[in-house]
């Protein structure tokens, strides 16, 4: 199964723009690329996908490589709310597992005010 | 507002006991699923439905099972067979099995054996 490489944490001051990085460098085809975040004693909460081109949407956009082995998540202004587990995940957008999301440990973004 | 509603939020179990978890969604999702998450890991699935009176195993189902009598309810019980069932549980939706629209995850349930 093709899998997601994220730094283990990042930091970013409250208001400025943060790029969150994301390697799946065994990405098929038909995989979207799905991020979602999770904040503390909480479930998880999507906040956008994409197959190939850049997606924007109220709470984040996704920038996708050319090559689709990488993909960046941005947050325009980060605020405190912020403060969360980001995950990057590759779903399977037919055959055997398509139904599955592979959480791995994400990336914990800290937000210094 | 439509959501997936967890309970209870907090769950304290004795060794030797089965217990059930509670999962309600109110979106009209097909699909449903159970995740288990340990401190500092991600998740790992259980379970899942994509239709009433259908489920499959995930990748770590020995000692849990669930059933699907509504589309609106998916509980799942920890049986006493669960070796090491203190962890986070959180259970989720999606319109179709695909997921290709997203999931939504409900607040979580944290059980923990006494």
């Known amino acids: 199964d093709a899998k997601t490489t994220q730094p283990n944490s990042m930091e970013s001051n409250e208001e400025e723009p943060v790029h969150l990085p994301c390697n799946h460098s065994?990405?098929?085809?038909?995989?979207?690329i799905h991020w979602y975040r999770q904040l503390p004693s909480q479930g998880p909460e999507y906040v956008i996908h994409?197959?190939?081109s850049n997606v924007n949407n109220r709470m984040a956009s996704l920038a996708i490589a050319e090559d689709r082995k990488s993909s960046t998540l941005i947050l325009h202004r980060a605020t405190l709310r912020d403060a969360a587990v980001y995950y990057c995940?590759?779903?399977?957008?037919?055959?055997?597992?398509?139904?599955?999301?592979?959480f791995g440990k994400g990336t914990k973004l800290s937000v210094i005010p | 507002d439509g959501g997936i509603t967890q309970s209870p939020k907090y769950l304290f179990r004795k060794e030797g006991q089965n217990v059930t978890l509670s999962c309600e969604q109110n979106?009209?999702?097909?699909?449903m699923y159970w995740y288990r998450q340990d401190p500092g890991q991600g998740l790992r699935l259980i379970y899942y439905?994509?239709?009433?009176?259908?489920?499959q195993k995930g990748d770590i189902a020995e000692g849990y099972s669930v059933s699907r009598e509504k589309k609106e309810s998916f509980p799942l019980t920890v049986t006493s067979a669960q070796k090491n069932p203190t962890a986070f549980y959180l259970c989720?939706?999606?319109?179709?099995?695909?997921?290709?629209?997203?999931?939504?995850f409900g607040s979580g349930t944290r059980l923990t054996v006494v």
């Open positions: 989720a939706s999606s319109i179709y099995l695909t997921g290709q629209y997203g999931y939504t």
């Open positions: 065994t990405i098929s085809g038909t995989d979207y």
């Open positions: 994409g197959l190939t």
């Open positions: 995940i590759l779903r399977k957008n037919s055959g055997a597992g398509s139904y599955q999301l592979t």
């Open positions: 979106l009209n999702h097909d699909a």
């Open positions: 439905s994509q239709i009433v009176n259908d489920f």
